[in-house]
C-alpha cells in the first residue's frame, strides 16, 4: 500500500520559507492520483494548502495562493510544499496525503512545523 | 471560520448513536459537490472514514454510515465504543476553487 513521509525543517524563522518533502512509497507518484498537502494549527482544524498531479499541474487554497509552492520531483518518487514569508500563524502539523477524485485516501504521519525566531 | 459547520462537540454512552453534522451552503455541498468525512484519533494523523457521501473505504466497520441532503451532510455512529472517540472533520469543495473543511467534532464517549 501507498505510505507517505514528510520531512523538512522542524524550525523556521519569522520571514523565512517553510519547506518540506513528502516521500512516497509502496506506489508511484505517477500514479493517477493528486498530492496534497493539509495543515493543522496546533489544537485547531484542517486547513488545504494545494494539490499537484504528476504532469505538474497545481491547485492552492486561495487563501495561500500567493505564498505557497508545490512541486513533484518523479525521478525521487516525491513532492514537496514552500510557503514563503512565514509568520508564527504558519505554525502546524503538516501533513501530506493522496488524493482520488476529491478525498484524501492517505495522509503521512505528519511534522511539526514552528516558526519562531 | 470554517466554510462547512459542525458542532464543536457530541456525546454519548457505550451503544448509543450518535450523529454529526456538517452544514455548507449553495457554493459547496449544495452546488452538489460531494462530502467526505475523516477521524483524527488523539495525537494521529486523520484517516477516512466515508467518501463520496456515503461510502465506506475497506476495513471501516459498518458502524459508520453518511447522508447528504441539500446543503448539508451527516455522519451517524451506532453502537457507539470507547474507541470512537476521537476528532471528526467533514470535507467537500468549494466554487471558490478550494477543498474545504469543517471545523471538526469531538466525540466524546461518555
Known sequence: QVQLQESGPGLVKPSGTLSLTCAVSGGSISSSNWWS???????????WIGEIYHTGSTNYNPSL?????????????????????????????????RSFNGWLISWGQGTLVTVSS | QSVLTQPPSVSGAPGQRVTIS????SSN??????????????????????????????????????????????LAI????????????????DNSLSVVFGGGTK???L
Open chain 1, 65 to 97: 495562493v500567493s505564498r505557497v509552492t508545490i512541486s513533484i520531483d518523479k525521478s525521487k518518487n516525491q513532492f514537496s510544499l514552500k510557503v514563503n514569508s512565514v509568520t508564527a500563524a504558519d505554525t502546524a502539523v503538516y501533513y501530506c496525503a
Open chain 2, 78 to 93: 451506532t453502537g457507539l465504543q470507547a474507541e470512537d472517540e476521537a476528532d471528526y472533520y467533514c470535507q467537500s469543495y
Open chain 2, 29 to 74: 455541498i449544495g452546488a452538489g459537490y460531494d462530502v467526505h468525512w475523516y477521524q483524527q484519533l488523539p495525537g494521529t494523523a486523520p484517516k477516512l472514514l466515508i467518501y463520496r457521501n456515503v461510502n465506506r473505504p475497506s476495513g471501516v466497520p459498518d458502524r459508520f454510515s453518511g447522508s447528504k441532503s441539500g446543503t448539508s451532510a451527516s
Open chain 1, 37 to 47: 498537502w493539509v495543515r493543522q494549527s496546533p489544537g485547531k482544524g484542517l486547513e
Open chain 2, 22 to 25: 456538517c452544514t455548507g451552503s
Open chain 2, 107 to 109: 466525540l466524546t464517549v
